[in-house]
């Protein structure tokens, strides 16, 4: 039959195209270069995505270390006892009547007298202008300064105070003489003088652990704008969510995993904790505006509220990491220990717990990198309110006092107009990165050293 | 006795509890712990927790019930019809508290004795200037009613506490003493104290379900005061956006829903391709010292919180956009705009997509693969005709759920897209979301007493039920096409 079929129709038979396996043929040709194509699509989606990240880490870097540094102007003053202490009685009550305002005049003076002394031309700078180089921050902490010390009146000190922001910028390459030109704040003439000054070492930068340390400032001194608030808020928050989340997620994880039974019940809680692990976190924000300040009247913007809404949120995190670590013990353990005679509850505490440590800590620290992060839930509470106070002592109820937190500080900043403050929203960034940083590092270690495979 | 100390007391008898429960328990044996059911702890335990729970039950109801039945008590200190008004009423028992705790504070001070501080009435001069003396700040005039309630509530307030205090201290007493009295070689403490560990365990596990229902009922009774002042319709289908504190706002949901909608769209077209072909990368072609390397650093994008993400749209991305694109093209002139946003929540949706896809292809079984291959299918043929097919339900699910993400990002677009509620097709004009709005309107001192504000919680209601939806929906995709290969 096929013999047949061949003969009869040997026209028709197709040609034999020459293939070989040397020699691509044309299909072969086009499916190869897809095939490269295809992989290249995958290369350039990672590129991307990394450059991106490099691109984004390396701009706020680049933006953001300049915060560590503060141009500050150094002079020697004479604090004349007849203009701080009109009475001449050093009494605190009297002192306290010259304001800042007579701090300020006294500093202008005596920088204006300084750059004569040191022969620095102040050609084409009014008097007033090169008053406006110390920046507001310094005549009130001199204020305290004198006030706490009054025998400092009469002498003869070296003040260091910040510069202002502007000048800070020029010497650190934001404002250049072309932006100057177009700036009111500032004029070309007061950049020459900030070069002779800082020639003559009157102005010169330092690191600036006031960037750490100080409360956040008004609108008018970026120069004096810390993170100090920011971070005793941050660190009392992460306390607060260590101590109310790690039993509560503990807790609800071994019940879970080690006695909960299989019914609706149960059913109902898994579905819960997956969901909320999935809703937005201004979500949370509301719940805690709603709940523990309008209803329960806890203090708005304190440590303690953010801590709540920030335990609420990580809870369903915390709580899947721990029940991946618990399920991840072995059941031959809890056999053993069944198998001597401990009871379920022993047999949990006892063995399947500190055997699931590791995980759980890896698990938790993880979770507080997120929370600490966690800006918009914050936002809603009033931490993004203007607070220029520390709080008081985690023992003297410093968790209800009024408090910002890092990534807050950064929001707030990069609303304000100042470009300055751009630049140290970006600081505060490297500050919140590097402690993210550190607590990944350590959940790492943590996970290379203890983390058992059974 | 001050609250505080009351729990300073019950923790002292706890610890008395607990080293009575374990002397009475090993004096009953004669020191032989062998014949204990259980051991020594699990006695001492008892007696701790039998002094110390029921004592801080009852102290906690008697909290949450001693206001409400004072408050009751003072109503025939007021009209009627005043205090039937719920939020006349609540303002009311404010202002009784506040000069409460300012006679409280007065006597502590010394300006007042404790006899004045009973009898006094407005006829005696003004009571609020008196307060403000020791700093205790009052708004308005005392009106004599509020006097009397005040007093009243001191009264009733100091009874109170000394009926708390007995009733607690007598409850600590009878536990502590019933522990003991049961305490011998026989009793099963261990599994007494095992059921009380086991009730809270299930009660941290209940915590998720009281969140969700502490979100819903919270969002649920705001909005429904919206809706009692702002025609629920005009919110749902309003076209305009333009609260005014004044008065006479709209609050239409529709352009904030479609700025919150267009902006996710844009992020899922920059995050769904590049996730999802650096996924297939990464499982089909990288080696696995290359994926060790680059899985990391992706999943670094995931670690980094948003607000970060926020300062590069605000900074960098925003005015690059503007710069090259949008002034160039005539298309806009902000900064701020839909293209800024959604770019940057493409990119931090990237790595969400990407180890999610991963995990998902990684599921599908080698067989699928080495069957493509046998059959002549080069690796791009393979991932496109049989694993994607075979991997979608999942792959969709995890669009899903990123999606869900994008529609409720708050820092990146409150920095990055602007505050303008329009209706435009145009992805360099600044727009705004429905997360955006509920940050604005929330923000500052506000009372919550005024739809500009309460309609936050009605837009907050919004997202979460687009956010649930979407999970439960993905979800519900996964496990309905979902292969199984067994």
């Known amino acids: ?316 995190t915390i709580i899947i990491a721990t029940r991946a670590a618990i399920r991840a013990v072995p059941p031959s353990i809890r056999d053993a220990a069944l198998g001597v005679g401990a009871s379920k509850m022993q047999t949990v505490f006892h063995h399947v717990l500190p055997l699931a440590a590791p995980g759980i800590l890896t698990g938790t620290i993880l979770g507080l990198a997120s929370a600490l992060g966690e800006t918009a839930p914050l936002l809603l509470i009033g931490m993004v309110a203007f607070v220029a106070n520390y709080p008081a002592g985690p023992l003297d109820g410093g968790v209800l006092d009024p408090a910002t937190a890092l990534p807050v500080q950064v929001y707030s900043w990069a609303s304000r107009s100042d470009p300055a403050f751009i630049e140290r929203s970006a600081g505060a960034i490297i500050v919140l990165l590097a402690f993210l940083v550190t607590m990944n590092i350590i959940a790492i270690i943590l996970r290379r050293r203890f983390e058992r495979r059974w | 006795m001050s609250v505080f100390f009351l729990i300073i007391v019950l923790g002292v008898l706890a610890i008395a509890g607990f080293v009575l429960g374990r002397g009475r328990a090993l004096a009953s044996v004669q020191g032989n712990t062998r014949r204990l059911h259980s051991l020594p702890g699990y006695y001492a335990w008892h007696g701790a927790i039998m002094a110390f729970l029921p004592a801080m039950a009852v102290l906690t109801l008697w909290l949450i019930a001693q206001p409400l039945i004072i408050e009751r008590q003072l109503a025939d200190y007021f009209p009627a019809e005043q205090f039937e008004n719920d939020s006349q009423r609540i303002l009311l028992m404010a202002d009784v508290r506040r000069v409460a705790e300012g006679l409280d504070v007065a006597v502590a001070a010394g300006a007042l004795t404790p006899q004045d501080a009973e009898t ?160 297939i990368y990464l499982a089909e072609y990288a080696s696995p010292r290359v994926r060790s390397i680059i899985k990391p650093l992706i999943e670094v994008i995931a670690g980094i919180p948003t607000v970060v993400f926020g300062l590069f749209a605000l900074v960098t991305v925003g005015p690059f956009l503007r710069d090259w694109f949008a002034v160039p093209t005539g298309l806009g002139s902000s900064g701020s705009s839909v293209m800024t946003a959604g770019l940057v929540i493409g990119v931090l949706n990237i790595p969400f997509i990407s180890s999610l896809a991963d995990d998902i292809i990684n599921a599908v079984p080698q067989s699928l693969r080495d069957g493509s291959y046998g059959l002549g299918a080069t690796k791009s043929e393979t991932v496109r005709q049989v694993i994607l097919p075979a991997a979608l339900p999942g792959i969709v699910g995890a669009i899903l759920l990123a999606a869900s993400r994008a529609i409720g990002e708050t820092m990146i677009v409150t920095m990055g897209a602007g505050a303008a509620a329009k209706l435009d097709l145009n992805p360099f004009e600044a727009m705004t979301t429905i997360t955006v709005k509920i940050v604005s309107q929330l923000t500052g001192d506000t009372e919550f007493n005024s739809p500009e504000t309460l309609v936050a919680f009605a837009l907050g209601m919004t997202l979460f039920v687009i956010t649930l939806g979407l999970n439960i929906f993905a979800l519900w995709v996964v496990r309905k096409y979902r292969e199984q290969y067994e």
């Open chain 1, 1 to 316: 039959m096929t013999d047949a079929t061949s003969s009869q129709v040997p026209a028709a038979a197709p040609s034999p195209a020459r293939s070989s396996l040397l020699t691509q043929s044309a299909l072969m040709k086009k499916r190869n270069a897809a095939e490269a194509r295809f992989k290249a699509y995958g290369v350039a989606a990672i590129c991307v995505s990394l450059s991106v990240l490099a691109i984004m880490l390396w701009t706020i870097f680049s933006d953001g270390v300049s915060a560590f540094k503060q141009a500050s102007l150094t002079f020697p003053v004479t604090l004349d006892a007849d203009a701080l202490d009109p009475k001449g009685n050093r009494e605190r009550a009297e002192m306290m009547r010259v304001t800042t305002i007579g701090y300020t005049k006294l500093l202008n003076a005596q920088l204006l007298a300084h750059l004569e002394a040191r022969g620095i031309s102040t050609e084409g700078v009014s008097d007033k202008d090169v008053a406006a180089f110390i920046s507001r921050d310094t005549p009130a902490r001199l204020r305290d300064m004198v006030l706490e010390q009054p025998e400092l009146l009469g002498q003869t000190i070296t003040v260091e105070g910040f510069a202002t922001g502007r000048i800070d910028g020029y010497i650190k390459g934001r404002v250049t003489r072309d932006t100057a030109a177009l700036d009111t704040n500032i004029s070309v003439a007061q950049l020459d003088l900030a070069d002779r000054m800082q020639d003559e070492g009157i102005l010169d930068t330092k690191f600036n652990w006031g960037f750490l340390t100080n409360p956040d400032a008004s609108d008018q001194r970026p120069e004096a704008a810390g993170l100090g608030v920011a971070l005793i808020g941050s660190a009392y928050m992460m306390a607060l969510v260590v101590i109310m989340v790690l039993p509560l997620g503990v807790a609800a994880s071994i019940y879970l995993e080690e006695f909960a039974p299989r019914n609706r019940w149960t059913d109902l809680i898994e579905v819960n904790i997956s969901n909320l692990a999935a809703v937005p976190s201004i979500v949370y924000g509301i719940l805690g505006l709603a709940i523990f300040i309008n209803f329960a009247k806890f203090p708005q913007s304190s440590p303690l509220v953010g801590a709540l809404v920030l335990t609420l949120m990580t809870l369903p």
């Open chain 2, 120 to 279: 006094i009435t407005v006829a005696d001069g003004s009571v609020r200037e008196r307060l403000g003396a020791v700093g205790v700040a009052l708004g308005a005039e005392v009106t004599p009613e509020v006097l009397d309630a005040a007093q009243s509530y001191r009264a009733l307030a100091s009874t109170g506490a000394l009926g708390r205090a007995i009733v607690t201290l007598i409850v600590a007493l009878a536990g502590l003493a019933y522990a003991l009295r049961i305490t011998n070689g026989d009793f099963r403490a261990r599994n007494r104290v095992e059921a009380v560990i086991l009730g809270v365990l299930i009660l941290a596990s209940t915590i998720a379900i009281l969140t969700t229902i502490g979100i819903v009922m919270s969002m649920l009774s705001e909005t429904i005061r919206f809706s009692s002042m702002y025609p629920f319709k005009d919110f749902l289908f309003g076209l305009t956006w333009q609260p005014s504190f004044q008065g006479g706002s709209e609050l239409g949901l529709i352009p904030l829903l479609w700025g919150t909608l267009y902006i996710s769209l844009v992020a899922m077209i920059v995050a769904v391709p590049t996730g999802l072909f650096t996924a």
